[in-house]
């Protein structure tokens, strides 16, 4: 069958053969009750193998990752990260919004909120902080590992339960049918953060404007600029580089004419 799909940021994809078939896993963790430390970080493991008959098959497709539960006096002090054959995702960051808990939350590309636009206990479905795309077409078989970092002391907490729902498609071709421009200014949390010892900042402007993105410390001084020039339409990124400094928060501010915004990072050695 033909059909069309709207994705994310207006991507418009076309299918000429119905787009193939559909399938899912799921797994979870319940009664954990592993303390996370404060500050500190614990972690927690699924182990998943599927027949290498599916995998021949099927591909990884998409990943959703439920947190149901992690219960803390403050949830803004948190990082979630999931990690698979080396590559880690940064689920959720830290939250400008202090408040109990994480309850029944699914972390998913196919969500409609982020999380960072989210409140406490995050109930219901997210994109999370970085896209889990970044795992699709791998071999989705060995350990994935959820890690819970505790950046700020000073609260408790335990994970409870979470849980892992893979998705596999029978891939066919889809085409793309147009270029996607931004029709909005957005700033995007770095990835991956916390990082060591770099990390990459990203933001889209829909015109022509002048940018710069400077790095802060804690008391607010200056650390350093990464750019200054006037950019064209679209997306971009930069990388901060963060080997000679020393563990802490820092911030980076990005303008864009008037447009302007600050967010914040953490840099652990």
């Known amino acids: 069958g033909i ?3 709207c994705g994310w940021d207006g991507a418009i994809l076309h299918t000429t053969d119905g787009g193939g078939t559909i399938m899912f ?3 979870e963790r319940d009664a954990l009750n592993l303390t996370i430390p404060d500050p500190g970080e614990v972690t ?21 990752v439920m947190i149901d ?5 403050d949830v803004s002090d948190l990082a979630f990260l999931i990690t698979h054959e080396g590559i880690t995702d940064t689920l959720i960051t830290q939250s400008e919004i202090a408040d109990t808990n994480v309850l029944h939350c699914n972390l998913t590309d196919a969500a409609s909120v982020f999380i960072s636009e989210g409140e406490p206990p995050y109930e219901g479905s997210y994109k999370p ?4 795309s970044v795992f699709s077409g791998m071999n989705p078989n060995g350990l994935w590992t959820l890690k819970v970092i505790d950046l700020v002391s000073g609260n408790f907490g335990t994970l409870q339960s ?7 498609d029978n891939p066919t071709d889809v085409e793309s049918d147009c270029s996607i421009l931004p029709d909005k200014f957005a700033i995007y949390q770095n990835f991956p953060n916390p990082f060591n010892p770099s990390t990459t900042i990203r933001w889209q402007m829909p015109e022509i404007g002048f940018v710069t993105v400077k790095i802060y410390d804690v008391l607010g ?3 350093t600029t990464l750019v200054n020039e006037e950019l064209v339409t679209g997306k971009h990124e930069v990388v901060f580089d963060a080997s000679r400094l020393s563990s802490g928060i820092y911030f980076y501010q990005i303008k864009v004419g008037k447009y302007f915004q600050t967010k914040k990072m953490v840099f652990l050695k």
């Open 162 to 168: 979470w849980g892992l729902k893979l998705f596999f």
């Open 69 to 73: 539960s992690v219960l803390h006096t």
């Open 25 to 27: 896993e799921v797994y």
């Open 221 to 223: 001084r200056e650390v």
């Open 129 to 132: 902080h970085s896209p889990l």
């Open 3 to 5: 059909g069309w799909i």
């Open 44 to 64: 927690d493991f699924i182990e998943v193998q599927i027949s290498p008959e599916k995998l021949t098959e099927l591909n990884l497709s998409g990943v959703t």
